[in-house]
């Protein structure tokens, strides 16, 4: 699903693929500024295993390097917003 995505689809993506490493991860409850490794309880394992379905997904890869400032819902959709252009 590469290309031009609006916020709210690559949310939609994000928590498609939370919904897949972590299926009882209580998603509804995620705050924005929620740390994604903390209230999914996916640990960085899980953390890592995002980032690998998210660029199989949509094609965007995250440098390990970029991936301590990706870890609330506000700043990887903003980070896969800005990539997805």
Do not use: H
Not at 1 to 7: A, E, L, N, Q, T
Not at 40 to 52: A, C, T, Y
């Amino acid at each position: 699903m590469p290309g031009k995505m609006s916020k709210l689809a690559i949310k939609e993506e994000i928590f498609k693929a939370l919904q897949q490493i972590a299926p009882d991860a209580a998603l509804d409850e995620v705050a924005p500024n929620d740390d994604l490794r903390e209230v999914s309880d996916i640990g960085l394992s899980g953390f890592l295993n995002l980032m690998v379905r998210l660029r199989e997904d949509l094609k965007v890869d995250i440098p390990e390097s970029d991936q301590d400032a990706v870890s609330t819902l506000t700043e990887l959709v903003r980070y896969l917003s800005e990539r997805l252009r």
